[in-house]
């Protein structure tokens, strides 16, 4: 993993809702990245140095069907608008991580139209996994497969020594243009060889790219050990925050975080509360006094944290599964973060106080975590790393409770009342200490 990983923090956009573009593809293009630009100020401030884009490439709609990984799509610009934006990310200290739609591509895309149009001669043809009727003529579509049943997502032959190539040679374009990684996306459809041919090549011209890959279930470990990644996303963790703070079980947390340990064995996850592909962690959660609980255990465990645009002030957002169902997590932004809604200003400075901890305790990169006291509603863990310690305690019941912390000095976060070994807190408090 590249060195200055260790202190990044991601601030997460999905730029076609960010900046209110339209939702079908059109060839007018409208400079809109400039507006993503305008709120970099913004995420210094909160204490990212990390722009993670999703999608900014060509595509048919939500820009998970990519068309052409060539070219800026064009509702959100076109190349200029993408240098202005690297640019201005990188005078800000802003590292800039792209989103890589490379399982599939949209069925708009010349190399699936070529093949409808030119049968098995298509120079494309050997792209997918096609199935051809008998009676095949130009025009016709062939059986294909797809990404997870959408028939507008063209599943690629990854067993294709030209898709490896096609892959190496986008990403490595995207690099030299001054994108400093990539997110994999749906790379838990891709078999981890197809990565470990293509990760090398990437990496003989940028060895200081990151590359961490979507992964929402599966073997983490495996995956980046076979793959060559760098990282994976921690679904594991995310699931087991919000859930185990909607039931009153924390005993599920405790269990997340040693497994949590296990991975930091062999890489240091990509960790959020939230994403452009999930309900929005005020929505999730069923008590908001539990909002800071979630943020704290974030920000104190070993990984790479990214938080989603909106996230910071509390936005909400269900995710719901039909046509459409993303935009209520896809938003667009006023122009400036002046034009902000002042109700999320309280969630604003809770994220600037424990990113502030965090850099301020930069082993936290790739701290272990050990549960000191676990209860249905009542939690304590430490954390440590290069000889250093932290100590947690979160309490989710209506009452006052008292929690082992062995150890505890003053509260850097939260609030608490340090007794000898132990802290209190209030119902449903939290808090942070020094060890």
């Known amino acids: ?95 800039v991580l792209l989103d890589g739609v490379f399982n599939h591509v949209g069925r708009e895309h010349p190399a699936f139209r070529a093949v409808v149009e030119r049968g098995s001669d298509a120079p494309s043809a050997a792209w997918f996994r096609l199935r051809w009727p008998a009676d095949w003529q130009p025009g016709v579509v062939p059986g294909y497969d797809t990404f997870e049943g959408h028939d507008q997502l063209v599943a690629l032959d990854h067993s294709a020594p030209v898709v490896a190539d096609w892959v190496a040679e986008v990403m490595t374009h995207w690099l030299d243009r001054g994108a400093d990684g990539w997110r994999l996306d749906a790379a838990y459809a891709v078999p981890p060889s197809f990565w470990a041919t293509v990760l090398p090549r990437v990496r003989e011209a940028h060895p200081e790219a990151y590359v ?41 947390l405790a269990h997340a975080l040693g497994r949590h340990d296990g991975f930091l064995d062999t890489f240091v996850p990509l960790t959020f509360l939230g994403n452009h592909d999930v309900t929005r962690i005020a929505s999730r959660l069923t008590d908001l006094r539990h909002l800071p609980h979630a943020l704290a255990v974030l920000f104190t465990v070993g990984g790479t944290p990214s938080v989603y645009a909106g996230d910071e002030q509390a936005f909400t957002g269900v995710k719901e599964d039909r046509a459409g169902g993303d935009d209520a997590v896809r938003p667009p932004f006023p122009e400036t973060p002046a034009g902000l809604a002042p109700f999320g200003e309280p969630t604003f400075r809770l994220h600037q106080e424990l990113i502030g901890l965090r850099r301020r305790h930069r082993w936290l990169h790739t701290a272990r975590t050990t549960v000191l006291h676990r209860d249905n509603r009542q939690l304590s863990y430490e954390v440590t790393g290069d000889g250093e310690r932290l100590v947690v305690a979160l309490n989710l019941a209506d009452t006052p409770a008292t929690l082992p912390a062995v150890g505890a000095g003053e509260v850097l976060a939260g609030a608490g009342t340090v007794q000898r070994d132990a802290v209190r807190l209030d119902a449903h408090g939290w808090a942070v200490l020094a060890g």
């Open 1 to 95: 993993m590249p060195d200055w990983v260790q202190d990044a923090v991601w601030w997460h956009v999905y730029p076609l809702g960010f900046v209110g573009a339209e939702k079908e593809a059109t060839e007018e293009v409208t400079s809109r990245l400039h507006r993503i630009t305008d709120w970099l100020d913004y995420a210094v401030e909160l204490g990212a140095n990390g722009l993670a884009l999703g999608p900014v490439f060509a595509s048919s709609t939500h820009g998970y069907d990519t068309v052409d990984h060539g070219r800026i799509d064009p509702r959100l610009g076109d190349d200029a608008d993408f240098d202005e934006l690297v640019d201005e990310a990188h005078d800000r200290g802003l590292r």
């Open 212 to 252: 961490v890959g979507e992964v929402i279930h599966g073997d983490y470990a495996r995956i980046v050990t076979e793959s060559g990644m760098d990282a994976v996303t921690q679904y594991e963790l995310w699931k087991a925050v919000w859930s185990s703070l909607n039931d009153g079980n924390l005993h599920e």
